[in-house]
Nanobody, 113 residues
C-alpha cells in the first residue's frame, strides 16, 4: 500500500524559509513521479512543483523561490520554500502519480506579514 506523509508545516514570517518533507512508503521516490500541490482557503487546489526522473517543473508563482528535491536513500521528497509570501499560505499536499494517484493528508503552511 502506498502511503505519503507530509511534515514541516507551520507558521512563518514573510521572507523566511521553510522545508516540507514527504515520506513515502510502498513506492520508490527514485522512480515515481512526485509532486507538491497546495490549496488556499476558498481556492482550488493548484500545482506547485513536480519531479520526474531528472526533470523538475514549477508553477510560475513559485519558480525561483521553491525547490523540489528527493532523497532516494530515505525515500523522501522535499519542498524547500524560500522568500515566503502571505499568498503562499495553504495546505500543502504531496502526490505520487498525478491527480488520480496517491495523496498525503497535507500540512498547513501559514505565512504572516
Amino acid at each position: 500500500q502506498v502511503r505519503l506523509v507530509e511534515s514541516g508545516g507551520g507558521s512563518v514570517q514573510a521572507g523566511e524559509s521553510r522545508r516540507l518533507s514527504c515520506a513515502a512508503s510502498g513506492i520508490s521516490t527514485a522512480f515515481a513521479s512526485m509532486g507538491w500541490y497546495r490549496q488556499a482557503p476558498g481556492k482550488r487546489q493548484e500545482f506547485v512543483a513536480g519531479i520526474a526522473g531528472h526533470t523538475t517543473n514549477y508553477a510560475d508563482s513559485v519558480r525561483g523561490r521553491f525547490t523540489i528535491s528527493r532523497d532516494n536513500a530515505n525515500n523522501t521528497v522535499y519542498l524547500q520554500m524560500n522568500s515566503l509570501k502571505p499568498e503562499d499560505t495553504a495546505v500543502y499536499s504531496c502526490n505520487s502519480g498525478g491527480p488520480f494517484g496517491v495523496w498525503g493528508r497535507g500540512t498547513q503552511v501559514t505565512v504572516f506579514s
